[in-house]
């Protein structure tokens, strides 16, 4: 049965004009993109077998366009409207922040360093760099390392918070192992960021672990 037979209630567009985009499932949210499926399926089925093989959502619309186009049922034009749809989150998520939403909403900020830092194969160390209404003024990815860990200086990210005349931060890196509990060394790292950054009358507001998931705020544990 095509979906244009199916009962006005369930078709994923009639659905989310009568409901809201949130009543959609992910399959069926895929499939809007997708518009029509392969021979012999309609486009959410299509959908559905992408989220089930390649999945979950978040790993499939974070794979590399050219990647993504290779999947059955998605081809280059989809996989550009899909990777699209992506960008177009994240930058409404860094619009709110860059309005000063990174401290009414401490979990934006963290789902922007999730969205930017998560994709990567090995560890990155990322700082956001706020004006005195906590303002979005950057984001940067400063220090790069390896699976088990990125060598972060301090007294760089002073310079950096100087250069952009930030008065405050807020610093996150991914743990590409999936786990987002903060280690021991993570916990002595934000230490000695807070240290190096009050020298130069700099607030380091909040360090963000990205794993699989939310990321962890160090500030909700008091160690910041």
Known sequence: MHIRDW???????????????GALSDAELVALFLGSGVRGQDAVATARALVAE??????LLERP????????????????????????GQRVLAAELERGEALKDPPAAG?????????????????????????MLAFEEMFHGTLDGAEVH?????RRALAHNAAAVLVGHN??????EPSAADRAVTARLKQALALVDVRLLDHFVVGDGPAVSMASRGWV
């Open 54 to 59: 390649h999945g979950p959502l978040r790993l």
């Open 154 to 158: 301090p007294r760089d990210v002073a």
């Open 111 to 135: 789902r922007l360093f999730a969205q930017r830092l998560r994709p990567c194969d090995h560890e990155v160390f990322a700082v956001m760099f706020l004006d005195t209404r906590h303002r």
């Open 65 to 88: 366009p050219r990647e993504l186009a290779k999947l059955r049922g998605v081809g280059p034009a989809r996989a550009c409207t899909l990777s699209a749809a992506l960008e177009i």
């Open 7 to 21: 009962p006005a209630a369930e078709r994923p567009r009639e659905k989310l004009l009568a409901r809201g985009a």
């Open 175 to 180: 743990h590409p192992s999936g786990n987002p």
